[in-house]
């Protein structure tokens, strides 16, 4: 079973900054926390990951809480470009990639 | 480099009929994985490697058989389809034990 929960669907407008909520309360501290996203029906693509801190690439900041229960991946600036299925995944070194449902997030023209 | 390459992109097999689906990596990596993605669906994890000779079972393996004789190659074979196996096929790679996984574009099959 996948160790994450996400929203559904989510909705942004262009420009805005997209927020994506992940829960993962039974983290354990050897645990990274993933980002993908397949756009339509693309291969999925690595985004961003973290362990404790928060991250940020040229793609996206990855914000984890302090007890870990939690993260947010912030697209910054959307595009119609990034309307995909985003997935947050929870693995320790070695570990399976296992997906959840993740959220279908549309940006809005 | 070419990255992960899966042949063929579409396939449609007879119930009963037997494929490989190939899959293959130029980046040296140690960990390969087969998904499956169901429509409307996440990807559920069939078979891993995490190096060559050693292969293992994910969430649905049962129809599928896997080997892995080198670190390039990693092919998914269907020994006898069933219309169950309709589905989009995704092969991925991974180097060391927390990088991201890289992904092909994926075979379509149909089972009629």
């Known amino acids: 079973d996948a160790k994450t929960t996400q929203p559904t669907s989510m909705d942004c407008a262009e420009g805005r900054a997209a927020n994506l909520p992940c829960n993962h309360s039974t983290i354990s501290g050897n645990e990274y926390v993933y980002w993908y996203r397949q756009i339509h029906s693309q291969g999925p693509q690595y985004i961003i990951h973290?362990?404790?801190n928060n991250e940020t690439n040229e793609m996206a900041s990855l914000i984890i809480t302090e007890d870990r229960k939690s993260s947010t991946l912030i697209l910054p600036h959307a595009t119609l470009r990034d309307t995909a299925v985003y997935y947050c995944i929870v693995r320790a070194r070695d570990d399976k990639i296992i997906f959840g449902k993740g959220t279908r997030l549309h940006i809005l023209p | 480099n070419a990255g992960v390459t899966q042949t063929p992109k579409f396939q449609v097999l007879k119930t009963g009929q037997s494929m490989t689906l190939q899959c293959a990596q130029d980046?040296?990596?140690?960990?390969m994985s087969w998904y499956r993605q169901d429509p409307g669906m996440g990807l559920r994890l069939i078979h891993y490697s995490v190096g060559a000779g050693i292969t293992d079972q994910g969430e649905v393996p049962n129809g599928y058989n896997v080997s892995r004789s080198t670190t390039e190659d990693f092919p998914l074979r269907l020994l006898s389809a069933a219309p169950s196996q309709t589905s989009v096929y995704f092969c991925?790679?991974?180097?060391?034990?927390?990088?991201?996984?890289?992904f092909g574009q994926g075979t379509r099959l149909t089972v009629v």
């Open positions: 980046m040296n990596h140690e960990y």
């Open positions: 991925a790679s991974t180097k060391g034990t927390i990088a991201e996984a890289f």
């Open positions: 973290g362990l404790k």
